[in-house]
């Protein structure tokens, strides 16, 4: 019985020593997993966001899923700006659980994953066929980007404006990386605010085009990370036990301890 419970605690050091690396420190807040409380665990303003959880919207296995009713908010957050046209540079990265995802029903729907806050909005929306599209102002913006959610598994997005090659360098565009950090897609003139406070979840700030699924990881840096910057980061995600998988090989071993203790 002291031997399994050693494990166990084993175990839940071991988690909690890969809940965090320096990317997801550097992020201006983060969540390497949801608690009810939706407090973010990483990040150096994680103290400064406030989060409202949002109707029909709820934290399960440590993930946070949306019920297209409305969106998460989180707010109180200060970005950075670029010297040549004031607009804000941000990183938004997260891993989905593709197998909750529902997607919209109508041809021309759009459900927003993520979007920032202000004027106009920047962000991520997915069509009725799987395929992911540019987001500003609340609607679809150019062409569908030509990649299509797969219909199981984790994946790990990351979307970048402000410079794609990072501070200060490349051209003003946005860059969506799908997976990993070699495959992207690039859309030049495509920038997000000139001020931005907040960013939502399952909708975009107006509270429409809502989205239905789950997000087991989200990370929110202030700074338009360079490839090799979204790379590190990726790998930072990829070391972390996905939730239920974690949950249940604690529940797995409280339960063989159970039975040795009814045994003996």
Known sequence: MKKTISMLFALSGLMACASAGDMMDQSLFGYTKFSDALQSDVGASKDQVTSTLGTDNQIWYDMLRTGGTASVSFSGLTMTTNTAS?????TVSMMLDTSKIVLPTGSSDIATIFSTGGATQWGLGVRSSGK???MWGGNAYGSDLNYTLPTG????????????????????????????ADTYSDL?????????????????????????????????????????????????????????????????????????????
């Open 86 to 90: 004031k607009r804000m540079m941000i």
């Open 132 to 134: 992911l599209c540019w």
């Open 153 to 180: 598994g984790s994946l790990m997005l990351s979307m970048v404006t402000g410079f794609v090659g990072g501070p200060g360098e490349g051209a003003q565009a946005s860059r969506i990386y799908f997976g990993d």
């Open 188 to 264: 030049s003139g495509l920038v997000s605010n000139t001020s931005a406070n907040s960013l939502t979840i399952g909708a975009n700030s107006a509270g429409n085009n809502r989205f239905i699924g789950a997000i087991q990881q989200l990370y929110v840096h202030n700074t338009s990370l360079s490839q090799d910057g979204v790379r590190a980061l990726m790998a930072e995600m990829e070391l972390l036990p996905e939730p239920a998988t974690a949950t249940l090989s604690l529940l797995g071993l409280a339960c063989v301890a159970w039975r040795r203790r009814r045994v003996a």
